[in-house]
């Protein structure tokens, strides 16, 4: 646990937060300054700062609350799908060092877009280019 962040406090119960799930590894609770009704975020228990901090098992964990809960939100706002994802990294977005996807209900005609508008405007790559990235992502681990 970190003393000083707000979503170990919440998972600890010493921060007030509207917890609408858990299991072994992880928690979710209601966004403090909403994008929408219902946006949700979940974080693994323990203080991880960036998604490959955390272990398989409490990534595992993460995204089994994801998928238990995504459905269940969009059902209780009557939202019509759902933007989910995370900011990694404060070139990313990520504000809070505690690593944590968002459940964003979504509804038709919001005047929000797609993940990719997070990342500005599309790579200009070549097809050899993108091989070479496959490539090197699959010699650094991938499978
Ligand atoms: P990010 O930019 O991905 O780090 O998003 C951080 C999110 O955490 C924002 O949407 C904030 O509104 C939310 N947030 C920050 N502090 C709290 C808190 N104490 N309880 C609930 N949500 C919070
Ligand atoms: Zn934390």
Redesign the pocket.
């Known amino acids: 646990m970190s003393t000083d962040c707000?979503?170990c406090?919440?998972v600890a119960g010493e921060?007030?937060?509207?917890i609408v799930g858990e299991n072994d590894h992880a928690v979710a609770?209601?966004?403090?300054?909403?994008?929408a009704p219902g946006?949700t975020?979940v974080v693994p228990r323990e203080h991880r700062e960036r998604l490959a901090d955390a272990t398989e098992t409490e990534v595992t964990a993460v995204f089994s609350l994801l998928h238990e809960l995504a459905p269940e939100i969009e059902t209780t706002v009557d939202a019509d799908g759902a933007t989910v994802g995370?900011?990694d990294g404060s070139t990313?977005?990520?504000?809070?060092?505690h690593t944590?996807a968002?459940v964003i209900p979504r509804f038709d005609g919001d005047g929000g877009g797609s993940i990719h508008v997070a990342a500005g405007s599309p790579a200009d790559l070549s097809d050899a280019e993108l091989d070479e990235i496959a490539d090197e992502v699959t010699a650094d681990g991938g499978d």
């Open positions: 707000p979503f406090g919440i921060i007030p937060g509207r609770f209601l966004d403090a300054n909403p994008m946006h975020l995370l900011n990313a977005g990520q504000e809070v060092p944590h968002h």
